[in-house]
């Protein structure tokens, strides 16, 4: 049975559209060419911040934020940029009886934004919090630590095959791909997309009845 559901933040709860155009921005470059080069880098297998190296070599992540902190320009989101189902799914998985997680690769000043957003969910945290990243299967293993039940009836959403539905599925847990933003775009069609989740949903609103029947099947 699937008893707690954690979701993947970028480009599964939020839309990060703008954040990334921000970056072009930042950047100097046109944000078609940023978005065109970060797709590039995605199909091509290698990390996201590669993108950033195209453009300015050296660049560290991590060091420019704090540049853009400081110039009055640090990496905001809010409730505009959620998707649309985001609200009404995790409380209908609330509803249900379920423990909701948020837990994704994110800095201490996402993680407040987002419970800054009090959504429907019961423990919210970031790879900053923890001082590990997806995919290491030391992240998976502290969201197993912190939800009410055994890794193998937790479902991770995530968006992405290298970092959310391989190593979660490695570590036991259920999974569910949603098929949004470039990541799982690009990667969809993979044969690993296609045999490694448990769920592969076009809407997280799809999920309240998919684990509800999966559950109901394994009582």
């Known amino acids: ?14 839309d990060e559209t703008r954040e990334y155009g921000t970056w072009a921005d930042w950047l100097g470059v046109p944000r078609h060419t940023f978005a065109a080069m970060f797709g590039a880098v995605i199909a091509q297998g290698r990390d996201y911040r590669e993108t950033f190296q195209v453009f ?28 649309a189902d985001v609200r009404p799914t995790l409380a209908a998985l609330r509803d249900a009886g379920l423990w909701v997680g948020i837990a994704g690769n994110q800095t201490v000043r996402a993680g407040g934004i987002l419970r800054s957003l009090e959504l429907p969910a019961d423990f919210i945290a970031t790879s900053d919090d923890w001082g590990v990243s997806k995919p290491d299967p030391a992240f998976f293993s502290h969201v197993a630590d912190a939800a009410p039940c055994p890794a193998e009836e937790i479902l991770y959403v995530g968006d992405r095959l290298d970092n959310d539905i391989r190593p ?46 999966l559950s109901a099947e394994e009582r």
């Not at 044969?191 to 769920?199: E, G």
């Open 1 to 14: 049975m699937i008893r707690a559901v954690v979701f993947d933040v970028g480009e599964c709860l939020v």
């Open 168 to 213: 979660a599925d490695k570590v036991g847990m259920k999974t569910a791909l949603v098929r949004r933003g470039p990541w799982a775009t690009i990667q969809w069609d993979e044969p690993d997309a296609v045999a490694v989740p448990t769920f592969r949903v076009h809407s997280l609103a799809e999920l309240p009845e998919l684990v509800a029947t």
């Open 56 to 83: 300015r070599p050296g660049f560290d992540l991590y060091e420019e934020r704090g540049k853009r902190a400081r110039a009055g320009q640090p990496e905001h989101f809010d409730n505009s940029d959620l998707y």
